[in-house]
């Protein structure tokens, strides 16, 4: 698999990733421990090296840190500070005492000695970005984060944090199903030279084809308080699958394949980071950086997609949760 560098700071990873949450956290009961470990280092032997998990995942830290033991000097772990869970209940703080109290967890839990890249999960509207990016600077300093990085941030926050401290990389939704970022996100992140990495690249698996109106989720499925995935959104956005299915059946792939393609053509610097529980699904996703679009594709495809209408938002609340991306 090729490499794809984030930022200018040198940090290289597969142009695919894998994204963990899932399989301790947000969709659903965690998964058998002994089977992620395996599915995780099935991911390194295919050539992934690019692994994503937070503190507030969980006990996702500490799969990942027995997974990726043997591969240490091979892989890049990143993970998030600034949510984190008491009582069942998530609270957000990126006070500067809080972070170093985060980082010493993570290290300890991941069995590493230094964070590849380290996200602040959410911007805290209670602590300034410069703060942060202090912090930050002053654990690169000690040796125990390499490279850092915002999550969900917006362009204002992101150019304030940077000046600070170069970031690696900024993490937030992107796929056929949320488009968003193109219109200022990734303009901004090509002017600054910051990676990208998608994540939900599969719209929290729309994109796949497997739900419609009849889809139903469990209440420790996050899908469950989405409005995108109530059963009249769902079937007012089979649009869109249709058109990826007939996108991959020309092209003899998946949906899946074509919707992680289509993310990898955008820009050099984006790595996405689809989730799975299954192995036959990772190899699925993987064999997305072997499908080539032709440019004629992409013109048609784009066409496609910029006539259709997404329906529901892609949070409960989200005008609340917008006040948590720092404009």
Known sequence: MENRRLGTGGLEVSALGLGCMGMSFGYGPAADQREMIALIRRAVEKGVTFFDTAEVYGDNEELLGEALAPFKDR???????????????QIMDSKPERIRQAVEGSLKRLRIEAIDLYYQHRVDPGVPIEAVAGVVSELIQEGKVKHWGLSEAGVSTIRRAHAVLPLAAIQSEYSMMWRQPE????????????????????????????????ATFGADDFRSLVPRFSP???????????????????????????????????????????????????EENLGATNIVLAENELHDLNAALARIEIVGDRYRYPASFAKRTGN
């Open 75 to 89: 892989v890049v772990i990143a993970t998030k500070f600034g949510v984190y869970n008491v009582d069942g209940k």
């Open 232 to 282: 009249e959104n769902l079937d007012a956005n089979q649009a869109l699958v249709a058109v990826v299915k007939q996108v991959a059946a020309a092209k003899h792939a998946t949906p899946s394949q074509i919707a992680l393609a289509w993310v990898l053509t955008k820009k050099p610097w984006i790595a996405p980071i689809p989730g799975t529980t299954k192995v036959a699904r990772l």
């Open 183 to 214: 219109a200022e996100l990734l303009p901004a992140l090509e002017e600054l030279g910051i990676g990208f990495v998608p994540f939900s690249p599969l719209g929290k698996g729309f994109l796949t084809g497997r739900f419609d109106k009849t």
